[in-house]
């Protein structure tokens, strides 16, 4: 049985002699000695059992056997480059990842950010803000921060933040045209307005929905921005996480209505997907991360 090509570097030195005409030509080209072009394309016929070059005083001339060869051994040269092509992009630092609701990366946030940088200033980030779940296992991001009351994927390497806390606020131009509801069963008697993000999910509400008739719920916003906005206005009544609503409750903008259900606790977590895990800036930047993201919860 004939042997075929054995090696990438056969199918080179074979391109080379085609395109210059002479083991001469191919020699300056790849940058080795013209004997060794010579040797290696004597051996390349010998192993292939073909005739691929006709010599003569003009050169090395390509015969019908190297013709019928030539398109599949450009095909070999593209993939060859396109291998050493994606090989260098893989090489290039990527960078982290990181989902989260919005109000996550606030500005406390972001010094922690701006520290780990000081210290390493290789390691880039890429914020991917907003209420959709993106999915860690299929590699849509590496870390993910995240409040939620179910269970996450046990594949994930988990660290729980805090326990987030949550209750009903409304404005004082509210409170004074409609009064404030002081437990949840008096909120049928109120204007809502609620939050669920887009392509995302919202247990609050979920327990808004079982707490009040459907058309006390005036208005639904995909934007936490929108709900804040529409609350300090006065518009209705809605369900805020009491470490978001810290500075308008101390500034007076936001009442808080009553003390925070068990029904809306929920765990703060960060998730990291196991595969991004076996890259040494993610380990680095979880471990610098998630105690000093802790503290600012405790």
Known sequence: MKSRFRNWSDVRIFLAVIRAGSTLGASRRLGIAQPTVARRIEA?????????????????????AAQALLPLAQSMEAAALALEERAQDLQRPRPIRIT????????????????????????????????????????????ALRVTRTQPDPDLICRKISTAHFTLFGAPAYARAHGLPTSPEEMGEHVLVDYVPHGGQSFHHDWLARHVPPDRIVAIYGEFGLLEAAIRAGRGLGVINLRLAEADEASGRLIRCFPPPEALSADHLMLVAPEAYRRPDVRAFTRFFAPRYAAIFR
Do not use: Q, W
């Open 44 to 64: 390349l016929e010998h192993e292939m059992g073909l005739v691929l070059f006709d010599r003569d005083n003009r050169g090395f001339r390509p015969t019908a």
């Open 100 to 143: 989260a609701f919005s109000p996550n990366f606030s500005a406390r946030v972001s010094d922690i950010f701006t520290a780990f940088s000081e210290r390493h200033p290789d390691v880039a980030f890429a914020f991917l803000p907003g209420g959709e779940i993106l999915d860690l296992a299929k590699g849509e991001a590496d870390i």
